[in-house]
């Protein structure tokens, strides 16, 4: 199973996005590339410098784990800000994400026949949504 980061920046080497939460910061984690490159045309001209990359649960713990302290969170599927006004978004702690990966790394790795493999992607799953 693979997630969606967004990477970039204006800095030459590329970084994971993090955006800005009541309590900190967060990394915006998506299940599809449309919706990550929808939430980066919503952000105007900031969003020009990062680009939707599409990564598997064993890339993606390596990437989380380099995140600087202020960075605590992981933002499930945050929706594209239009306008002014609140967002609602639904986050987990990395370190309880990072636990959800690994054994989502262990449960894939156990299963490969492609019925099992449920059709939702996996953050759906989790919130029902």
Request: hydrophobic share 40%; proline share 7%.
């Amino acid at each position: 199973m693979s997630h969606v980061v967004i990477l970039g920046g204006p800095e030459a080497e590329p970084e994971l996005l993090a955006i800005v939460l009541d309590d900190g910061h967060a990394i915006p984690l998506f299940d599809s590339t449309e919706e990550a490159e929808e939430f980066l045309e919503a952000t105007g001209d900031f969003g020009r410098d990062w680009f939707a990359v599409e990564v598997s649960a064993e890339e993606l713990i390596p990437l989380l784990a380099h995140q600087e302290e202020e960075v605590r969170h992981i933002a499930i599927s945050p929706p594209p800000e239009r306008g002014t006004g609140g967002m609602e978004i639904q986050v987990l702690d990395i370190e309880t994400f990072t636990a959800l990966l690994e054994r989502q790394s262990e449960v894939s790795e156990k299963s490969d026949d492609p019925k099992e493999k449920p059709k939702r992607g996996f953050w759906r799953r989790v919130f029902g949504r």
